[in-house]
């Protein structure tokens, strides 16, 4: 039997080529996260110590202040210090050679003086030893065309940038100073002026030669006092290793969640073509039964026959894997994303991936070799050699429209629930309801979008949509694959479309000037706004500025930009807020019995409150509509300290913008930590990072949607060898070849349009569902946005792919001669 099965497998090997192929695709995205993740994982652990090569014990903070400069001197005197040096990152800006700021984000870095605590690999020049000097990466030197010796002008957010020379470059890549951008390091002093820290993250100590490491614990535990905490070397490398791993696992923990999707189309895909290889068998299978097989080794010879074909398809998965992997490292440093480590095989990655493989093929085709040994003897000297079209049952109907109902009543209540849990659950109950209900809602829907067909080819039509019904359990089951890949991807589709439309609203209620110029990663310099304000171009200088006090939220206000960005006014005039005169949202008014004339106290200091206006934002740390609005000069006598991210600019009157862009740019180039942008800029800005996750989550799902049209390539090639005689009888009776041609096409895009079709609604239904929630959450204005192109491009490609994969089983059904095929059994 083990023979005869091995024998079989052989000769009908280009029939099972497409579904061996899925299981090569599911177990290649399998081992290639898993290669991609390793790689990660083994440069995470090689990383972790690099600047912390010379480092015996380390001086934290135990809250959230900083150490202070003078417990750097005093962790110096301690007996059997080598050398002691406080560290901090932060960000900063660089001034390039063009006078415009260098892009990226840069990072700043103390670095030691002291020789016994230097770990950085130095490329040219030397390390900083003193005030005024400065080190870049090699690359931001080279790009920028600094020289040794150069003057580089460098701010932070304590103020404008000033010149440093430049003594030296140093290598970064890959260690946790790598973040994409320019890496800068100055010595301690430096570091903290420019970036306005009043103390250091760490103090990093070297022990002297022969010291006892326990003990100097100790002495030094004891003059950093009860709010500093001391490691060890060993402590300070475990945490290390443990932070940049758990990023790292957290990554994986995503990538496994596309990995587990595309796992479960090449699930459907395998399943669909044992049942239709083994309904092609019956007649072998019967006649097997009538010379003495038993169920059992009929049934076994199944799973040994998918055995075989998961164990050689796994390994070929394994091989593409290492190409994937090499594809992912790419596709992120296409995205800026940094990755470190090489690409690593293990055993246990190639053990996982043919056991999971051939697991999966083998479970695949458990139902379908069961259902195989129900073939009665009989069946032998009939002309069953097809199994009959079975529909779907009434309590598999019925327990699919329970779940159905259930899956998207879930969808419609998140938003009033406020559950996140319920979008999932919602999507998740819906597609199973599809996939249940699908042998009646696929094959409907298959005849409702051939009806064009029919009309217009006639008799061809008709033949192409009854062969695509005729078995509405196939057809189902090849449609599902589709949904669930599309699903996804239209569901990011529309969901990115929709978050990007309400973020760009957002913008136009929030800013209601030309210019925009916004920190990178940081609040705008202190003496930054006042600059720009003194400038005769420009009239309007707002900097958006907020702080919390007793539960309410006090923001700044400009005269002429609150009406442009208020939804409406209850009361008096929001215009006239200015000295003494505040704006107040209605709940809060509401919640205190406050009307326009009611006297307000912020701060110890009286107010009057000009307006109760209806923009009832959700306050940042205080309850929805807990706002005031305080004219900027108020603000700023109040909160003096307090800085924003955000500066809205307007011309002067009189005043072309180009003009006025000139004054900005003037100002800025002493400021490389912010950026000036018009607001398409901006709001370009906020949602760049959502056109890279689109991207991404795309790339990933991209797989999926391939292996579910590879499961209608062959579902539409088995048939076509299920149906050799009654295509031989159709050719026989005058149908062409060119129409034969056709009929296959329009079966292969009537299955890939109704899979797409149904993933792009359950994707629509998702993210119409999140968005109703984000827009109750958040109290924004989120809405589902169609993106109409490329959701049409979803279906065009899904028609094209479709068509494609009609190519070859209309080959093999013309490739034989008519007579042969009549006589084929």
Known sequence: MIRLTLRSLRAEALRMLLSALAVVLGVAFVAGTMIFVDGMRAGAYQR??????????????????????????????????AAAA?????????????????????????????????????????????????????????????????????????GAARPFTLVGTVDVAGTARDVGGPFVGLVGPDALALSGERGYGRIMVAARPGADVAALTERVRAVAGADATVKSRQQILDEAVEDAVRNVDQFRMLLLIFVGVAIVVAGFVIANTFAIVL??????????????????????????????????????????????????????????????????????????????????????????????????????????????????????????????????????????????????????????????????????????????????????????????????????????????????????????????????????????????????????????????????????????????????????????????????????????????????????????????GSPVTVRGKPFRVAAVVTDDTSGRGAPTGHVIDLSDQDFATLFPAQRGYLAEIDPAVGVNPERARDAIVTVLGRYPTVNLMDQGAYKKMLTGTVDMLLAFVTALLGLAVVIALVGVANTLSLSVVERTRENAVLRAVGLTRGRMRAVLAVEAVLM??????????????????????????????FHV???????????????LAALLASVLPARRALSRPVVEALADQ
């Open 48 to 81: 972790a110590g690099t600047f912390d090569r010379h480092t015996d014990l380390g001086v934290y903070s135990a809250s959230r202040e900083v150490l202070p400069p003078s417990l750097v001197e005093r962790v110096r005197t301690v007996d059997g210090v």
């Open 86 to 158: 406080g560290e901090l990152t932060n960000t900063a800006g660089i001034v390039g050679a063009d006078g415009r700021p260098v892009l990226g984000f840069t990072m700043l870095v103390a670095i030691p003086t002291e020789d016994a605590l230097r770990s950085y690999d130095v490329v040219a020049g030397r390390l900083p030893d003193r005030a005024g000097e400065v080190v870049l990466d090699a690359p931001t030197a080279a790009e920028q065309g600094f020289g040794l010796g150069a003057a580089v002008r460098i701010g932070a957010t304590g």
């Open 279 to 596: 309904a092609q068998r019956t007649r072998r299978t019967a006649l097997l039964r009538l010379i003495g097989a038993t169920r059992g080794q009929v049934f076994r010879s199944a799973l040994l026959e998918s055995a075989v074909l998961g164990l050689v398809a796994s390994a070929l998965g394994v091989l593409l894997g290492v190409t994937l992997a090499g594809g992912m490292r790419l596709l992120l440093s296409r995205l800026d994303v940094p990755v470190t480590g090489d690409l690593t095989v293990t055993s246990s990655t190639v053990l996982t991936g043919l056991l999971l493989g051939t697991g999966l093929t083998v479970c695949a085709a458990l139902l379908p070799a069961w259902r195989g040994t129900r073939v009665a003897p009989v069946a032998a000297l009939t002309d069953a050699a097809v199994q009959p079209s079975l529909g779907a049952g009434r309590v598999r109907l019925s327990i699919g429209a329970v779940v159905l109902a259930v899956g998207v009543a879930a969808l419609g209540g998140a938003a009033s629930a406020g559950q996140l849990l319920l979008v999932a659950v919602g999507g998740v109950f819906t597609f199973f309801g599809i996939v249940l209900f699908g042998p009646v809602l696929v094959p409907a829907l298959a005849r409702l979008f051939g009806w064009p067909v029919r009309r217009l080819l006639g008799a061809t039509g008709e033949l192409a949509v009854a062969n695509t019904v005729r078995n509405p359990r196939r057809v189902a089951a090849t449609a599902t694959a589709l949904v669930i890949g599309i699903g996804l991807v239209s569901a990011f589709m529309v969901g990115a479309r929709s978050t990007k439309d309400g973020i760009e609203r957002s913008v136009d209620a929030q800013i209601g000037t030309d210019f925009v110029v916004s920190g990178i990663g940081q609040d705008l310099p202190a003496a930054l706004v006042g600059e720009l304000a003194s400038r005769p171009e420009l009239g309007v200088v707002h900097e958006q500025r907020s702080t919390v006090v007793d539960g309410v939220e006090i923001r700044a206000a400009h005269p002429a930009l609150v009406g442009r960005t208020l939804s409406g006014v209850l009361a008096g005039d929001a215009e006239r807020v200015g000295p003494g005169q505040v704006l107040v949202h209605r709940e809060l008014a509401r919640a205190r019995g406050w009307q326009v």
């Open 752 to 781: 890939a349009l109704v899979g797409a079709v149904l993933g792009i609604g359950l994707g629509t239904g998702v993210s119409a569902s999140t968005m109703a929630l984000l827009d109750r959450l958040l109290g924004g204005d």
């Open 785 to 799: 946005v169609l993106p109409l192109g490329q959701l049409g491009l979803i279906l065009g490609v899904a028609v």
